[in-house]
């Protein structure tokens, strides 16, 4: 059985609260003051100290100041009013989570059912630093790079709060996997993690989605529906691409993280939600907010904790753990094993990557399918735009007009490949054309090996021939 301690200085709140404590299985002392509560855990270590901000003798915060005395006990504050200012101050000072007063009975059982000592957090935060070392491994995350050794810090620090995180990074760097590890390591482990990509459902859907509807609220609605906020209660809810969001919806995300109630699409009945929320974009907020794009307000309340992800061309000291990572993966399912040569490597680290952590597992899926042996080579990884032209024929370096492509023999090995040269100004479609059929002729009609080299599906390679007529 645990032990709280209540510090607040209203009896009767903290008579009522003890009472809820006790329902929950807990011991409960009560303190009406910072000394008391001082005096009170001198003598019992709590498990978990109640705490408000306001007190006869001080702020509640002076009492977080005191390492020695809170020990290996969890911290959560008691307060009003759950402001952005409030956040930054408790996550600083080590608070775990919050409560908002008045206090109800679901907010109070949600928090205790996730009493955890710091000390196992933290115990569980150097054995992911040692997995690290020993296998580049942080939770679902690898990578011993610069950038991503400070993304883990960050993760670390703020995992074991309650406080609102805000991931950006370019599309496929990995944002869901860094809200999962932030889960994983939570208190809320225990308790869903739900993801739900913002910009990917229906304007006229995404409300009954996140917030849930009544039976016979609209049109198709024939049975009540709980959203994402009602099945995530006591976890994290991960809102993927937030700014996609339409505004409307934005004023009651705002609702929710400020107030923690919501209302069902069709309903007038107020419901409580304790979630904790992960927002992720891979667009500047800030300029969305310019835009219009996406409410100030919403920003400044989800952006309490900013985590950004390095893109891939920025961590490439990453590539090799994350190529061995993904092809230990694809042989699991595939039931063999292939390996990747020196100079296939090298032609990955020097790609740009558009598509991040997520084409390189793409890349990597379907070299390996290609590849007719145990080894992947060269042959079956893309280039870059410049590169790809560069296999291309080449053309007479005097006529202004866009060159015209011929067939030609592949280029002998150790000889400089034949290069394409178009006019400034040449349509973009008729760019693309004449490299396509540049690049077709240069592999002997190859369709696989052209579709690998641009970088392209076969499926795509072979729509744009059946518009070309060839």
Request: proline share 6%.
């Amino acid at each position: 059985m645990g032990h709280a301690l209540i510090v607040e200085d209203d009896a009767d709140a903290a008579r009522m609260m003890a009472q809820l404590v006790a329902g929950e299985g807990f011991s409960a002392a009560t303190a009406r003051s910072l000394n008391e509560a001082r005096r009170q855990m001198a003598l019992q270590q709590p498990d978990v100290v109640l705490l408000d901000l306001r007190l006869p003798d001080g702020n509640g915060m002076a009492l977080l100041d005191d390492r020695d005395l809170i020990g290996n006990c969890e911290v959560v504050l008691m307060t009003g009013h759950a402001s952005l200012e409030t956040s930054i101050q408790a996550l600083r000072a080590g608070a775990a989570d919050y409560l908002i007063k008045p206090v109800s009975a679901r907010q109070l059982q949600s928090i205790l059912s996730r009493v955890m000592k710091p000390s196992v957090l933290q115990d569980e935060v150097r054995s992911l630093h040692a997995d690290l070392r020993r296998s580049g491994r942080f939770g679902l995350l690898v990578g011993t790079s610069a950038p991503m050794a400070q993304v883990y810090e960050q993760i670390a620090r703020v995992a074991g709060t309650s406080v609102t995180v805000f991931v950006t990074g370019e599309s496929g760097t990995g944002k869901e996997l860094v809200a999962r590890t932030v889960h994983d390591l939570s208190r809320r482990r225990a308790k869903p993690f739900l993801a739900v990509n913002c910009g990917a459902i229906s304007p006229q859907l995404i409300e009954s989605e996140i917030f849930g509807h009544e039976k016979g609220s609209f049109t198709g609605a024939e049975r009540q529906h709980p959203g994402f906020f009602e099945r995530a209660h006591g976890g994290t809810l991960f809102l993927d691409e937030i700014t996609e969001m339409p505004l409307e919806l934005q004023v009651k995300l705002l609702r929710v993280l400020e107030t923690g109630t919501f209302l069902r699409v069709g309903s007038t009945t107020p419901l409580e939600t304790d979630v904790r929320v992960v927002a992720a974009s891979n667009r500047d907020p800030a300029e969305a907010v310019a835009q219009g794009r996406f409410r100030e307000d919403l920003h400044y309340r989800l952006n309490v904790f900013p985590i950004e992800l390095p893109p891939l061309r920025d961590r490439l000291d990453d590539l090799p753990l994350l190529v061995e990572r993904f092809l230990q993966e694809i042989g699991r399912k595939e039931g063999s094993a292939k390996r990747i040569t020196p100079a296939a490597l090298q032609r990955l680290a020097q790609y740009r990557w558009p598509g991040n952590v997520r084409e390189l597992r793409n890349v990597l899926q379907r070299a390996w399918v290609m590849a007719p042996g145990a080894e992947i080579t060269q042959q079956w990884l893309p280039r870059n735009p410049a590169q790809v032209a560069a296999l291309a024929l080449d053309a007479d370096e005097g006529d202004a007009a866009p060159a015209a492509a011929a067939p030609a023999a592949p280029a002998a090995a150790g000889h400089p490949a034949p290069t394409l040269q178009i006019a400034v100004g040449t349509p973009l479609a008729a760019a693309e054309k004449q490299l396509i059929l540049a690049t077709l002729a240069h592999f002997g009609q190859h369709k696989e090996r052209t579709a690998a080299a641009l970088g392209v599906s076969l499926k795509t390679l072979y729509n744009r021939l059946k518009e070309y007529g060839a």
